[in-house]
């Protein structure tokens, strides 16, 4: 599997980027997907998963103006960020996993290349 994360860049505070990543795998439909981020001197965190269903859920801190979404047919799945923060700048990642729990654990051997998102007036 390869994952290629774009779409990141620089974005005053209270500004939109979505974020969009490729993966190339077989049978992409039946993996839940998730967006990670690491900041500088900070662990990776999950922000948000959408399973094999299409249903999604959101860390507290991006709950209301992150927004993932997936295409099952092009084997992409995006996150569309609104109301960006300063605290929201970070390399963001994205993963597959068999289930929700896996990507809770973030425990992955293969981490694609990620894309910087920086927030700053």
């Known amino acids: 599997v390869q994952l290629q994360a774009s779409g990141g860049g620089l974005v005053q505070p209270g500004g939109s980027l979505r974020l969009s990543c490729a993966a190339s795998?077989?049978?992409?439909?039946?993996?839940?997907m998730g967006w990670y981020r690491q900041a500088p001197g900070k662990h990776r965190e999950l922000v948000a998963t959408i399973n094999s269903g299409g249903k999604p859920n959101y860390a507290d801190s991006v709950k209301g103006r992150f927004t993932i979404s997936r295409d099952n047919a092009k084997s992409m799945v995006y996150l569309q960020m609104n109301s960006l923060k300063p605290e929201d700048a970070a390399v963001y990642y994205c993963?597959?996993?068999?289930?929700?729990?896996?990507?809770?654990?973030?425990?992955?051997?293969?981490w694609g290349q990620g894309t910087q998102v920086t927030v700053s007036s």
């Open positions: 795998t077989t049978r992409f439909s039946v993996y839940a």
């Open positions: 993963n597959q996993a068999s289930s929700l729990l896996a990507l809770a654990r973030g425990s992955f051997d293969y």
